[in-house]
């Protein structure tokens, strides 16, 4: 019947967020706004909250905040260090939980002058290394207030050249950055005799030997422009980055070594913008977009969906090294300074990757209202056994736990401050964008959970972007049932969620109207966790128009 009730399902979320805003570059199970909301089991749910971790930072900041880069150095006994490099100051600040300190070398405060990313790292069973430019090499434990400082190679007298009879002098190359790969230490943009300086050169220790460093280990890159910005260990091989092109280094010794190209159009313009997770490698190619690697395949960008952002007149290009990327809790972190208020000069969003969604989604994160951004986030626990998570905040001298609780409000300062989510469906049109329907009330299937909760659903008509209606969906908690908008309760099933608990169930709302295409803006009760499941629109149809 031509008139019939029909009706359509959104059941499937998982295509996450594509800020290509045209309906006909959308697929049907992508949003083209999402903000604090995330996957979970088919549906979407709020994000979980972030909460302060570590005590004070040191006074000594007053110089300014504004760290760089960070690492968790996971320890055999299970003691993990947190330790974060700060730009203002160049020094080294580390807690295993309580009060951050000051790392110290030589019984003073040791500075890192590695460029802008300050310092980088790399964990030798319970030893972590620290390259910080032309400043002697640390070897700290993780535990010690006092890192080890290893005296600068070369020097006439601490070159090992006997592969057979090695000589561990501790000494390390002063340089930039650092990777373990392959038994073997290696450094990048090296500073080495009278202090000369070598940007396009990579070195290699001897085989289990972080001490013991040959003259003639060392290849130096010279194709593919500008400086080494960072390397990176990857299954057999080590990446090396630079700022618009990529190689791979096989092999160990001098002998056996090929250098392969891997890009030469894409690369990273800092440490901070590469990122990797126990199987890939990831990096952002200033102004490109996001990209992977895997193995030895090329490059595969994965923000195809966000390209609007890179081009977007919000987000600041004269910032952008004011970015991140961080591998946390199996997803990738990618803090930009973007806002859709106005152009800001530093991380303020985080858009998350998921790789195991739906062949790799994004949604949008933000801090609670005034907290600012994050980043630097904690690098080195790749396998993420850790079960924690860290970003460092931009506006105040701390870290937070991300993920830290099912409370959907942020705590940075002994204080709960809510936070704001948002979810926008697709334009629903039911395959005839010329078609008028009557749109009747559409069902929510909403989650349970332990306190009830409501959402404002607002109603967009044919591709405008005017809200012409509001309604309210609310939510008993569990074992209560559900409630719309004048609080008679609707239906008697209640739905289990394994996150939230037994409640929620289907919701009905109010009529949308009359029109030939639909799209609902989804916002949360502030400070209040609330999922769902599926949207069911019903409708009947009328003349073509």
């Given at each position: 019947?031509?008139?019939?009730l029909?009706?359509?399902?959104?059941?499937?979320?998982?295509?996450?967020?594509?800020?290509?805003?045209?309906?006909?570059?959308?697929?049907?199970?992508?949003?083209p706004?999402?903000l604090?909301v995330?996957?979970?089991?088919?549906?979407?749910?709020?994000?979980?909250?972030?909460?302060?971790?570590?005590?004070?930072?040191?006074?000594?900041?007053?110089a300014?905040?504004?760290p760089?880069t960070?690492?968790?150095?996971?320890?055999?006994?299970g003691?993990?260090?947190l330790?974060?490099?700060?730009e203002p100051?160049?020094k080294?600040?580390?807690?295993?939980?309580?009060?951050?300190?000051?790392?110290?070398?030589?019984?003073?405060?040791?500075?890192?002058?590695?460029?802008?990313?300050?310092?980088?790292y790399?964990?030798w069973?319970?030893t972590?290394f620290?390259?910080?430019?032309d400043?002697?090499?640390l070897?700290?434990?993780?535990?010690s207030?006092?890192?080890e400082?290893f005296?600068?190679?070369?020097d006439a007298?601490?070159?090992?050249p006997?592969?057979?009879?090695?000589?561990?002098?501790?000494?390390?190359v002063?340089?930039?950055?650092?990777?373990?790969?392959?038994?073997?230490?290696?450094?990048?943009?090296?500073?080495e005799k009278?202090?000369?300086?070598y940007?396009?050169?990579?070195?290699?220790?001897?085989?289990?030997?972080?001490?013991?460093?040959?003259?003639?280990?060392?290849i130096?890159?010279?194709v593919?422009?500008?400086?080494?910005?960072?390397i990176?260990?990857?299954?057999?091989?080590?990446?090396?980055?630079?700022?618009?092109?990529?190689?791979?280094?096989?092999?160990y010794?001098g002998?056996?070594?090929?250098l392969?190209?891997v890009?030469?159009t894409k690369?990273?313009?800092n440490?901070?913008?590469?990122a990797?997770?126990?199987?890939a490698?990831?990096?952002?190619s200033?102004?490109?977009?996001?990209?992977?690697?895997?193995?030895?395949?090329?490059p595969?960008e994965i923000?195809?969906?966000l390209r609007?952002?890179v081009?977007?007149?919000?987000?600041?290009?004269?910032a952008?090294?004011?970015?991140?990327?961080?591998?946390?809790?199996?997803?990738l972190?990618?803090?930009?300074?973007?806002?859709?208020?106005?152009?800001?000069?530093?991380?303020?969003?985080v858009?998350?990757?998921d790789?195991?969604?739906s062949?790799?989604?994004?949604?949008?994160?933000?801090?609670?209202?005034?907290?600012?951004?994050?980043g630097?986030?904690?690098?080195?626990?790749?396998?993420?056994?850790?079960?924690?998570?860290?970003?460092c905040?931009?506006?105040?001298?701390?870290?937070?736990?991300?993920e830290?609780t099912?409370?959907?409000k942020?705590?940075?300062d002994?204080?709960?401050?809510?936070?704001?989510t948002?979810?926008?469906?697709?334009?629903?049109?039911?395959?005839?964008?010329d078609?008028?329907k009557?749109?009747k009330r559409?069902?929510?299937v909403?989650?349970?959970?332990?306190?009830g909760?409501?959402f404002k659903?607002g109603?967009r008509?044919?591709?405008?972007?005017?809200?012409v209606?509001?309604?309210?969906v609310?939510?008993?908690s569990?074992?209560?049932g559900?409630r719309y908008?004048?609080?008679?309760?609707?239906?008697?099933?209640h739905i289990?969620?394994?996150?939230?608990?037994?409640?929620?169930?289907l919701?009905?709302?109010s009529?949308?109207?009359t029109?030939?295409?639909t799209?609902?803006k989804?916002?949360?009760?502030?400070?209040?966790?609330?999922?769902?499941?599926?949207?069911?629109?019903k409708?009947r149809?009328?003349?073509?128009?």
């Amino acid at each position: 019947m031509a008139n019939a009730l029909r009706q359509l399902k959104l059941d499937d979320f998982s295509g996450g967020l594509n800020l290509h805003r045209s309906q006909f570059t959308l697929g049907p199970t992508e949003s083209p706004a999402m903000l604090n909301v995330e996957f979970s089991s088919g549906g979407i749910r709020t994000r979980r909250g972030w909460e302060r971790w570590g005590g004070a930072v040191p006074a000594s900041p007053a110089a300014g905040w504004n760290p760089r880069t960070a690492f968790l150095h996971e320890r055999a006994s299970g003691a993990d260090s947190l330790i974060i490099a700060n730009e203002p100051d160049g020094k080294l600040y580390w807690s295993m939980s309580g009060d951050f300190a000051a790392l110290k070398a030589n019984s003073v405060d040791a500075v890192c002058s590695a460029g802008v990313h300050v310092a980088d790292y790399a964990s030798w069973g319970d030893t972590l290394f620290i390259v910080r430019g032309d400043e002697d090499v640390l070897a700290w434990d993780g535990v010690s207030v006092q890192a080890e400082d290893f005296s600068a190679v070369p020097d006439a007298t601490n070159w090992s050249p006997d592969y057979l009879a090695p000589v561990s002098t501790s000494s390390m190359v002063r340089a930039n950055f650092v990777a373990s790969h392959g038994g073997r230490v290696w450094v990048a943009s090296t500073f080495e005799k009278n202090g000369a300086f070598y940007p396009h050169r990579v070195r290699w220790s001897h085989p289990n030997q972080p001490g013991a460093w040959r003259e003639d280990d060392y290849i130096d890159i010279l194709v593919g422009g500008g400086p080494i910005t960072g390397i990176v260990p990857m299954a057999d091989h080590l990446l090396v980055f630079k700022a618009s092109s990529i190689f791979a280094i096989y092999g160990y010794d001098g002998e056996s070594q090929q250098l392969v190209n891997v890009s030469w159009t894409k690369g990273a313009r800092n440490r901070q913008l590469i990122a990797r997770s126990e199987s890939a490698c990831y990096f952002m190619s200033f102004s490109d977009g996001v990209y992977s690697i895997t193995d030895s395949q090329r490059p595969q960008e994965i923000s195809v969906s966000l390209r609007p952002l890179v081009s977007s007149e919000r987000f600041n290009k004269v910032a952008g090294d004011n970015q991140w990327l961080g591998w946390l809790g199996k997803r990738l972190w990618w803090a930009v300074p973007f806002s859709w208020d106005a152009k800001v000069d530093d991380a303020s969003a985080v858009f998350v990757f998921d790789p195991e969604i739906s062949g790799g989604s994004w949604t949008m994160f933000e801090a609670a209202d005034g907290a600012g951004g994050l980043g630097p986030f904690a690098q080195g626990a790749y396998s993420q056994s850790s079960i924690d998570m860290f970003g460092c905040l931009r506006s105040q001298p701390g870290v937070v736990r991300v993920e830290a609780t099912e409370e959907a409000k942020d705590q940075f300062d002994g204080v709960l401050v809510p936070f704001e989510t948002m979810f926008t469906t697709r334009w629903v049109d039911a395959g005839y964008t010329d078609l008028t329907k009557r749109w009747k009330r559409p069902t929510f299937v909403a989650g349970g959970a332990s306190v009830g909760y409501r959402f404002k659903v607002g109603v967009r008509r044919d591709f405008e972007n005017p809200i012409v209606r509001n309604f309210e969906v609310v939510v008993d908690s569990k074992g209560v049932g559900a409630r719309y908008g004048s609080g008679a309760v609707y239906g008697g099933g209640h739905i289990y969620s394994s996150t939230l608990g037994y409640g929620g169930g289907l919701k009905k709302g109010s009529s949308l109207g009359t029109m030939a295409a639909t799209q609902l803006k989804i916002e949360g009760q502030l400070g209040v966790a609330w999922s769902l499941s599926s949207i069911v629109f019903k409708y009947r149809s009328r003349r073509l128009t």
